[in-house]
């Protein structure tokens, strides 16, 4: 399934949809869709084959959670198409990027625009930090560091029964500082899994700021390369340059992108509240409508009336 | 009008660790969330950052415990447990280290889903040896935790409420002790951290319905006073009702049941909380309805133990508070 829109527009649809949401909401998780927008677009837009969704456009309301008296329960992988050998599987290891991934899925025509005015509200499905059931998740990750780990073991296990489909993670940069993402890369190594690949959005940030001032992880790319990944470091708001990077070999071993960027990378008005850029709020109506008018001009749309 | 108070555990942590060189404030990258940000700016030297690495963090806690200081460490309480089991195994509980483990977010207090919300934290706490287990119910006793789980030899886990919080008490935590709020025939109502507020919301209608409730707070969960709150069930004609912002399973209500059992109390014991499920994400409001933690789970639940409708129905019920999901007292929205 590809979509007629350029992935230049899809990231940008991104950003309008994701500025709209904090604005209308007093804030949000918005400096992730200035990192992560070309990411999430390239991935959706033209590298993951993935087959039509199967699932409703518009979502349906929470349906329980996994047990023996609801069979029923399905996740929300649905979004991303059957799970048939040779289609592509995405999971997103850092959940709290669920409103940008969100986004993607709207503006690859994956779920319908009122799926995201579900977002956070009781009772529905559209979590604020994605769990499994919520629209293209497969499995739960709102504690961070244990997606690699999942994919590895989804890839391990496709590649012994013969599915030429891949399997890639999108991660965050905060991941790296628990040990069980090395962990995950060395069994990758061990076990010569080529068929995973990770697209790591490197902003540099994390909740108390930046990672240097947090703690340092130091040349993450060496670091991964020494536990066994092959890894290509990028300009993460680079399209053709991503492009490049999924394109190098690395036979029996995972294939780990850092795209490097920026969290206010489309938003310059963020960077008046750089290095704490995890969760913004407006502190004021006032900067709430400043940030409005500079925003939606950067994005080239009309700023949000967010009184209605 | 209940007064709320506004991040109580910063004033609190700060007035109490201030100046102490044996206290350490350890922090997981969620400083502002767990409100020790501007303590973090004004006591810089007392101020460990640990990054998103839990598992390290908690035998690191050790070490430190080793070297004679008393960390408190802050995270979500979810990630002080569940990834670093091992380590809070290993490295503090069973060498009985002075760390102090302040877990933010208890059971649905957020609308962060199963990752983010901690469900079964006080079964798995009561069943590790050495641990004290504490949790606060309003702003007066969040901030004496600090003070409370300082007294104690060895580690504790404390459930810790942030941003805007009620004050429904004047007296600070007194480790061991409970809280008798009133002193009915009919029926004991058990309950700990926020299903304490729930509690009082339908004092009034039970009342009106001519029911005298007994109700009691808990704030220390491990050790326990089993002596006394069999007092309070040797009170009551009819029976017990536990109400928990946990699993029905290992949290107050098994505490509660078991006391009887020991003592062999053929009294009838209705246990709510969530049943043997786990939640996922919404406002706390619609949580406790969703899955029976609120007033009218309460009444239902003792409807069902005196076999009897009283009629009472939401409006009867003292008016529920509503949380800003954004607020400033808050770092994010969760
Ligand atoms: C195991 C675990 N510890 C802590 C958290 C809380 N948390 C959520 S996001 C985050 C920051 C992680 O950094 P990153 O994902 O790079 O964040 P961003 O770039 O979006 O600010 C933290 C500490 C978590 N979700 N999981
Ligand atoms: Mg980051």
Same mark, same amino acid.
């Given at each position: 399934?590809?979509?007629?829109?350029?992935?230049?527009?899809?990231?940008?649809?991104?950003?309008?949809?994701?500025?709209?949401?904090? /604005?209308?909401?007093?804030? &949000?998780? !918005?400096?992730?869709?200035? $990192?992560?927008?070309?990411? =999430? *677009? #390239?991935?959706?837009?033209?590298?993951?084959?993935?087959?039509?969704?199967?699932?409703?456009?518009?979502?349906?309301?929470?349906?329980?959670?996994?047990?023996?008296?609801?069979?029923?329960?399905?996740?929300?992988?649905?979004?991303?198409?059957?799970?048939?050998?040779?289609?592509?599987?995405?999971?997103?290891?850092?959940?709290?990027?669920?409103?940008?991934?969100?986004?993607t899925l709207i503006e690859t025509?994956?779920?319908?625009?009122?799926?995201?005015?579900?977002?956070?509200?009781?009772?529905?499905?559209?979590?604020?930090?994605?769990?499994?059931?919520?629209?293209? /998740?497969?499995?739960?990750? &709102?504690? !961070?560091?244990?997606?690699? $780990?999942?994919?590895?073991? =989804? *890839? #391990?296990?496709?590649?012994?029964?013969?599915?030429?489909?891949?399997?890639?993670?999108?991660?965050?940069?905060?991941?790296?500082?628990?040990?069980?993402?090395?962990?995950?890369?060395?069994?990758?190594?061990?076990?010569?899994?080529?068929?995973?690949?990770?697209?790591?959005?490197?902003?540099?940030?994390?909740?108390?700021?930046?990672?240097?001032?947090?703690?340092?992880?130091?040349?993450?790319?060496?670091?991964?390369?020494?536990?066994?990944?092959?890894?290509?470091?990028?300009?993460?708001?680079?399209?053709?340059?991503?492009?490049?990077?999924?394109?190098?070999?690395?036979?029996?071993?995972?294939?780990?992108? !850092?795209?490097?960027?920026?969290?206010?990378?489309?938003?310059?008005?963020?960077?008046?509240?750089?290095?704490?850029?995890?969760?913004?709020?407006?502190?004021?109506?006032?900067?709430?409508?400043?940030?409005?008018?500079?925003?939606?001009?950067?994005?080239?749309?009309?700023?949000?009336?967010?009184?209605? | 009008?209940?007064?709320?108070?506004?991040?109580?555990?910063?004033?609190?942590?700060?007035?109490?660790?201030?100046?102490?060189?044996?206290?350490?404030?350890?922090?997981?990258?969620?400083?502002?969330?767990?409100?020790?940000?501007?303590?973090?700016?004004?006591?810089?030297?007392?101020?460990?950052?640990?990054?998103?690495?839990?598992?390290?963090?908690?035998?690191?806690?050790?070490?430190?415990?080793l070297a004679g200081f008393r960390?408190?460490?802050?995270?979500?309480g979810v990630f002080m447990y569940?990834?670093?089991?091992?380590?809070?195994?290993?490295?503090?509980?069973?060498?009985?280290?002075?760390?102090?483990?302040?877990?933010?977010?208890?059971?649905?207090?957020?609308?962060?889903?199963?990752?983010?919300?901690?469900?079964?934290?006080?079964?798995?706490?009561?069943?590790?040896?050495?641990?004290?287990?504490?949790?606060?119910?309003?702003?007066?006793?969040?901030?004496?935790?600090?003070?409370?789980?300082?007294?104690?030899?060895?580690?504790?886990?404390?459930?810790?409420?942030?941003?805007?919080?009620?004050?429904?008490?004047?007296?600070?935590?007194?480790?061991?002790?409970?809280?008798?709020?009133?002193?009915?025939?009919?029926?004991?109502?058990?309950?700990?951290?926020?299903?304490?507020?729930?509690?009082?919301?339908?004092?009034?209608?039970?009342?009106?319905?001519?029911?005298?409730?007994?109700?009691?707070?808990?704030?220390?969960?491990?050790?326990?006073?089993?002596?006394?709150?069999?007092?309070?069930?040797?009170?009551?004609?009819?029976?017990?009702?536990?109400?928990?912002?946990?699993?029905?399973?290992?949290?107050?209500?098994?505490?509660?049941?078991?006391?009887?059992?020991?003592?062999?109390?053929?009294?009838?014991?209705?246990?709510?909380?969530?049943?043997?499920?786990?939640?996922?994400?919404?406002?706390?409001?619609?949580?406790?309805?969703?899955?029976?933690?609120?007033?009218?789970?309460?009444?239902?639940?003792?409807?069902?133990?005196?076999?009897?409708?009283?009629?009472?129905?939401?409006?009867?019920?003292?008016?529920?508070?509503?949380?800003?999901?954004?607020?400033?007292?808050?770092?994010?929205?969760?």
């Amino acid at each position: 399934m590809r979509n007629e829109k350029t992935t230049e527009e899809v990231a940008l649809g991104i950003r309008r949809r994701v500025f709209e949401h904090a /604005m209308r909401n007093n804030g &949000g998780y !918005l400096s992730q869709a200035c $990192s992560a927008a070309e990411q =999430l *677009a #390239w991935l959706y837009n033209e590298e993951l084959n993935l087959g039509a969704p199967t699932l409703p456009p518009v979502p349906e309301p929470f349906q329980g959670v996994p047990s023996a008296d609801n069979p029923d329960y399905h996740t929300g992988a649905g979004y991303n198409g059957p799970f048939t050998p040779e289609y592509d599987r995405l999971f997103i290891a850092p959940a709290h990027y669920a409103l940008v991934a969100y986004a993607t899925l709207i503006e690859t025509g994956r779920m319908a625009p009122e799926g995201l005015e579900m977002f956070n509200k009781d009772g529905s499905s559209v979590e604020m930090i994605g769990a499994e059931h919520s629209p293209g /998740m497969e499995v739960h990750n &709102g504690t !961070l560091g244990i997606g690699l $780990s999942t994919g590895a073991g =989804l *890839a #391990w296990g496709r590649k012994r029964r013969g599915e030429p489909g891949r399997t890639w993670v999108f991660m965050s940069d905060g991941e790296v500082q628990e040990g069980q993402t090395w962990e995950a890369v060395q069994a990758c190594a061990f076990h010569g899994i080529d068929n995973l690949y990770a697209i790591m959005d490197v902003n540099d940030q994390q909740c108390d700021g930046a990672m240097s001032s947090v703690m340092e992880v130091g040349d993450i790319a060496t670091k991964f390369r020494n536990f066994g990944a092959a890894c290509v470091e990028v300009d993460g708001h680079d399209l053709s340059a991503i492009r490049d990077a999924a394109k190098e070999a690395h036979e029996g071993r995972p294939l780990i992108i !850092l795209a490097r960027t920026s969290p206010f990378h489309t938003m310059s008005i963020l960077e008046e509240r750089f290095p704490r850029l995890h969760y913004v709020r407006f502190k004021s109506e006032d900067e709430r409508a400043r940030f409005n008018t500079s925003i939606a001009a950067d994005l080239g749309v009309d700023p949000i009336d967010y009184a209605h | 009008m209940v007064e709320m108070v506004s991040r109580p555990y910063a004033t609190a942590f700060e007035k109490f660790a201030a100046g102490n060189p044996d206290i350490l404030c350890l922090s997981a990258d969620l400083t502002s969330s767990c409100e020790i940000d501007g303590f973090r700016d004004r006591y810089p030297d007392q101020f460990v950052s640990m990054g998103m690495a839990e598992q390290n963090m908690l035998s690191f806690a050790g070490g430190l415990g080793l070297a004679g200081f008393r960390p408190f460490i802050h995270t979500f309480g979810v990630f002080m447990y569940r990834r670093p089991y091992d380590q809070l195994m290993a490295s503090i509980a069973y060498p009985r280290r002075k760390v102090r483990l302040m877990g933010f977010l208890p059971g649905v207090t957020t609308p962060g889903g199963m990752t983010h919300q901690s469900i079964e934290d006080i079964s798995v706490m009561r069943s590790i040896p050495n641990m004290t287990i504490l949790e606060t119910g309003d702003a007066t006793e969040v901030e004496s935790i600090c003070e409370a789980a300082d007294s104690i030899d060895g580690p504790v886990w404390c459930r810790v409420l942030r941003g805007s919080v009620p004050r429904l008490f004047d007296t600070p935590i007194k480790v061991g002790e409970m809280r008798v709020l009133s002193e009915g025939d009919d029926i004991l109502v058990v309950t700990a951290g926020i299903t304490t507020e729930e509690a009082m919301r339908a004092r009034s209608a039970l009342a009106n319905a001519g029911l005298s409730i007994r109700h009691i707070h808990l704030h220390t969960i491990k050790p326990f006073d089993h002596r006394q709150l069999l007092d309070h069930i040797g009170s009551v004609k009819h029976g017990v009702v536990t109400l928990e912002n946990h699993v029905t399973e290992g949290g107050i209500g098994s505490l509660v049941a078991e006391t009887m059992a020991d003592a062999g109390v053929g009294k009838r014991l209705v246990r709510l909380g969530l049943k043997d499920t786990y939640a996922h994400g919404g406002s706390r409001p619609y949580l406790m309805r969703y899955y029976g933690l609120d007033a009218l789970a309460l009444v239902r639940g003792i409807e069902g133990l005196m076999g009897q409708e009283f009629g009472i129905s939401e409006n009867d019920l003292d008016a529920a508070r509503i949380d800003d999901v954004h607020s400033l007292v808050k770092a994010e929205a969760l």
